[in-house]
């Protein structure tokens, strides 16, 4: 029996799981707020968020009242925690003027006790462009952009049907460099029809950059989109192995850490809004269809708000902003924790399981053991890491931490489950 199996059977041993009744937490986990704002200038066909096409008369100022009220509404729930981050995202969050996001942040600083080093995060698409307006959500507080570039070539662009070229795309990076400096560039690969040589091309447009951080995400069928329902022509599985094999190794050698599954840092820039998701943190989230998952010292609970934008505002104005809220059962917590944690290349400490979870190591310790002699997780036993093996098969790993009454349910690609809070879940 390898090390972590000896390691899990001797907390089997000493703590019976079938004794735990509910979660106990000594302290909270980290708190970060999410804010949703779901319309685009147009439906992408391979987005499974919760986004929509941007209505002629946007409800700007209604929205951000019903954010305030949202939030206002939450408040009982983390009355008194300290919030890390706050991620405004989409949807097409930059569609907003730079004085609705203003009065957004103000709002979120009366209410809540924001640390004052919080990082503020705001996603932008380069169709939406404007100097000035870039420099008021920096003037807002906003202190992290997050540039939907996807690529900077005009033929793939044209197939992901974004509303940008790839000169605005240079443009708007350009700018949001100058202005934020602190810069996500969000891209794609094994797009339509992409070679290895195209893929090398969009990496190295995007290095001429220097960016503090760089998300690369493979294109995918979600279902419930376009590209689901009519497949553009894709890379096969060994050309799409390549081309992200390439793509991995430009940007090592560029000295990004690929410190997540799709994310890659300059030392010190990793997203921090993020890596609280993936460390199984707290976060509530207002907006339409936002998702909220909240610790308290007896248990977690998840929230989910109306998705739709109109119905959202109406049940907003009713007092009613949720849709569905439940509580995490015992059995379901090896799976929602490790699902987060084993996207992190070097995984979590040991410990961070009982912090978030409020429960022992001993009820995961069968499943660790197995993943361990599969040779998908790390045999040490003071962390769980996923192996090398156990990286490029993430969603086989993920998989055996599914309840049993689960495990035949598991979704096709578990690597793809979005830590996104507004996106499908």
Known sequence: MCADATHAATVVARIDPGAIARPRFTALPPLALYVHIPWCISKCPYCDFNSHAAPEALPEDAYVDALIADLESALPAIWGRKVGTVFIGGGTPS???????????????????????????????????????????????????????????????????????GDEARRAVEAALMIFGNVNLDLMFALPQQ??????????????????????YH??????????????????????????????????????????????????RECRHNVNYWRFGDY????????????????????????????????????????????????????????NALRLTDGVPTTLYAERTGVPLSTAARMIARATDKGLLSPDPAVLKPTPLGRRFLNDLQGLFLPDAMRTRVPASTTKVSIHPAAPQ
């Open 95 to 165: 569609l907003f003027s730079a004085q609705a996001i203003d009065r957004l942040l103000s709002a979120v600083r009366a209410r809540i006790p924001l640390a004052p080093d919080a990082e503020v995060t705001l996603e932008a698409n380069p169709g939406t462009f404007e100097r000035a307006k870039f420099a008021g959500f920096f003037a807002a507080g906003v202190n992290r952009l997050s540039v939907g570039v996807q690529s900077f070539d005009d033929g793939f662009l044209h197939a992901l049907g974004r509303v940008h070229d």
């Open 284 to 339: 509530v989230g207002i907006g339409a269809g936002a998702h909220s998952k909240l610790s308290f010292p007896d248990r977690i609970v998840r929230q989910m708000r109306w998705k739709q934008p109109r119905q959202y505002l109406d049940r907003v104005a009713r007092g009613e902003p949720l849709q569905d809220e439940f509580e995490l059962s015992l059995d379901d917590l090896p799976f929602e924790f490790m699902l």
């Open 219 to 268: 294109l995918t069928l979600e279902p419930n989109t376009r590209f689901h329902a009519q497949p553009p022509p894709l890379p096969d599985d060994e050309l799409a192995a390549d081309i992200e094999d390439a793509v991995l190794q430009m940007l090592q050698d560029a000295a990004y850490l690929h410190y997540e599954t799709s994310a890659h840092a300059k030392p010190g």
């Open 195 to 216: 070679t290895v040589a195209d893929a090398r091309r969009d990496v190295a447009s995007a290095l001429q950059f220097a960016p503090p951080h760089l998300s690369f």
